[in-house]
Every structure is written in structure tokens, then in C-alpha cells.
């Protein structure tokens, strides 16, 4: 068991230091499977959810280090408290944290919808340090609620078994066997439930196969390296659709 936290590290936002952001580029490339690369939802929403709340991204830091350790983003959303007011996903969280804003609703919940260690950092225990660095700035920005839909980090091992049944399972000592899972509950994070279809992509049957190095010569559900589902391929529609299931957590702080 890793105990960590932010002892000997700083934290800093994107507001504070917006420079940050191109040295953590690497690392949030190298820490997501390729077809999430071209994720088209997230590209769509993620510019302006950097241009409106520089303040929710955070960033780990350790003097005499240039590139940050670890990135945590977050958006802010109304919600009323409720499971049933839960928005049905991650990339629905994205668009009502847009659309809200642009109407001038106000915000009272933050929802941490990335967490990237540099690959250097990972297995240094900083998970924790990571989520607690998204609890504190929320905090200091006076919201009220905290969530997260979280993508479990070991789902891909598992690609046939659903999410529902998979972030039941636990280790002997009865916590989650999902290690971000297990973060999350040691926070003390409350689940509120699965939410299905959370990220959801369609593309052309040729992307799918340059961003996965497979051939997809027939119609059929396929295992991608590295995805939490598996690809629907419609050769006759020319389309590929995936659909990853996240886990809905709330914190109190
Ligand atoms: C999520 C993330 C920030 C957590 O950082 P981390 O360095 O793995 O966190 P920790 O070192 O604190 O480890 C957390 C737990 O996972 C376990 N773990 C870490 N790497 C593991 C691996 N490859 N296989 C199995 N367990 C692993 C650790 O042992 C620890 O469990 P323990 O405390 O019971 O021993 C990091 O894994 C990451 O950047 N992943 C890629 C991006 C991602 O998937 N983010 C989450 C969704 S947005």
C-alpha cells in the first residue's frame, strides 16, 4: 500500500502558469491508448475548457524539475446533489460545463475529468496526491460538491466483462481491485453509480485501424489494445463505434 501526499511538492494552476501546459503534452499523450488521441468530443470541448477555467487545471510540480509531474483537470457544473442529476457521462459533463456557461448558469459542483502522471513520476505513490491536488484547488475556489467520473486505469485487461460487474471486484482485503478504483475509495469517495456510453466515438472503419494497428475485414465486436470495450465494427456503414462505461464518485472535503 502506497501512503502519499503533496509533502515536498507544490501545486499551480494553469491560470498561475500557463507554460506549463506544453511540457505536460508529452506525457498526456503517452498516458491515454491512440484512438483516444482522437478523441472527437473531448478535442471539440477541451481549447475552451482550458480558455475558461485555467484556474481548474492543476498542475503537481517539484523544484528542479522543469516538466510538471502530474496534471489534474477539472470543469465545473451545476448539479443539485443528486444521482439522478448526474450528467450520463464524462463527455456530457464536458458539453453542460459549456453549455452552462454560456447560458451564465451558475456553478456550484467541480468534476475532475483527467488525471495524468508524467510517466516518470508513475509508481511513486502520487495518485492520491494527484486527486487530493483537485480537492484543495476546488475548495479554495469555494465549490461546493466534488465528482468524477472515473475510467478505471486496469479496464483494458477485461475488455468482455461490463464495467458494472468489474468495479465490484474486489481484493481480499475487500477493497477495489481497479488500483484508481482503490485511490478513489481511499479518498473516500463515495460511488454513485455507472454511467454507460460516458465516451462514446465514432469514426471511419480506416481510422480505427491506423489508430489501433488491427485489420477489421468483417462485421463483429473486436478486442483494441488497450480499450475498456470492445470495437462495433459496421463495415457497411463505414463505422467503428466504442463506448466506455466510467464510474461516478463524489468526495466531501
Ligand atoms: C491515474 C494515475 C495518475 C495514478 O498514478 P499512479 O502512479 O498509478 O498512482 P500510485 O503510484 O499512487 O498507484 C496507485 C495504485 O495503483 C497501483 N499500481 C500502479 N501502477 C500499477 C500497475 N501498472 N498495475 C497494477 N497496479 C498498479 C499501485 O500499487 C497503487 O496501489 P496500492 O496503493 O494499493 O499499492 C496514473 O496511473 C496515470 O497517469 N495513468 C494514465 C492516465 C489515466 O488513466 N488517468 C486516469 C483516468 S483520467
Known amino acids: 500500500m502506497?501512503?502519499?501526499?503533496l509533502e515536498g511538492l507544490e501545486t499551480t494552476t494553469m491560470a498561475e502558469r500557463p507554460e506549463?501546459?506544453?511540457?505536460?503534452?508529452?506525457?498526456l499523450e503517452a498516458a491515454f491508448p491512440e484512438f483516444l488521441?482522437?478523441?472527437?468530443?473531448?478535442?471539440?470541448?477541451?481549447?475552451?475548457?482550458?480558455?475558461?477555467?485555467?484556474?481548474l487545471h492543476?498542475?503537481?510540480?517539484?523544484?528542479?524539475?522543469?516538466?510538471?509531474?502530474?496534471?489534474?483537470?477539472?470543469?465545473?457544473i451545476a448539479w443539485d446533489g443528486t444521482p439522478?442529476?448526474?450528467?450520463?457521462?464524462?463527455?456530457?459533463t464536458m458539453r453542460q460545463s459549456l453549455a452552462e456557461h454560456a447560458k451564465g448558469t451558475e456553478q456550484n459542483t467541480t468534476c475532475g475529468i483527467q488525471g495524468v502522471m508524467?510517466?516518470?513520476?508513475?509508481?511513486r505513490g502520487l495518485g492520491t496526491?494527484?486527486?487530493?491536488?483537485?480537492?484543495?484547488?476546488s475548495k479554495r475556489l469555494g465549490y461546493e460538491h466534488l465528482l468524477s467520473p472515473i475510467r478505471p486505469t486496469a479496464k483494458q485487461d477485461y475488455p468482455t466483462i461490463p464495467l458494472d460487474h468489474y468495479a465490484n471486484w474486489t481484493l481480499p482485503d475487500g477493497e477495489p481491485m481497479d488500483p484508481w478504483l482503490r485511490l478513489q475509495t481511499r479518498a473516500g469517495g463515495k460511488v454513485l453509480g455507472v454511467c454507460h456510453d460516458s465516451l462514446v466515438m465514432d469514426a471511419p472503419v480506416a481510422d480505427w485501424e491506423e489508430w489501433?494497428?488491427?485489420?477489421?475485414p468483417e462485421d463483429g465486436s473486436y478486442v483494441i489494445p488497450d480499450g475498456h470495450e470492445l470495437l462495433v465494427v459496421d463495415r457497411a456503414a463505414d463505422n467503428g463505434h466504442y463506448s466506455e462505461a466510467h464510474v461516478w464518485f463524489s468526495y466531501v472535503r
Do not use: K, Y
Open 2 to 5: 502506497t501512503e502519499s501526499s
Open 20 to 27: 506549463l501546459l506544453e511540457l505536460m503534452e508529452p506525457a
Open 37 to 55: 488521441n482522437h478523441d472527437a468530443v473531448w478535442f471539440e470541448c477541451w481549447p475552451a475548457l482550458l480558455d475558461n477555467w485555467p484556474e
Open 58 to 76: 492543476v498542475f503537481v510540480v517539484e523544484e528542479g524539475r522543469e516538466a510538471p509531474l502530474a496534471m489534474v483537470s477539472a470543469v465545473p
Open 84 to 92: 439522478e442529476g448526474l450528467p450520463p457521462g464524462t463527455h456530457a
Open 118 to 123: 508524467d510517466p516518470e513520476a508513475l509508481g
Open 129 to 137: 496526491a494527484v486527486m487530493e491536488a483537485f480537492f484543495t484547488n
Open 212 to 216: 489501433t494497428g488491427l485489420v477489421f
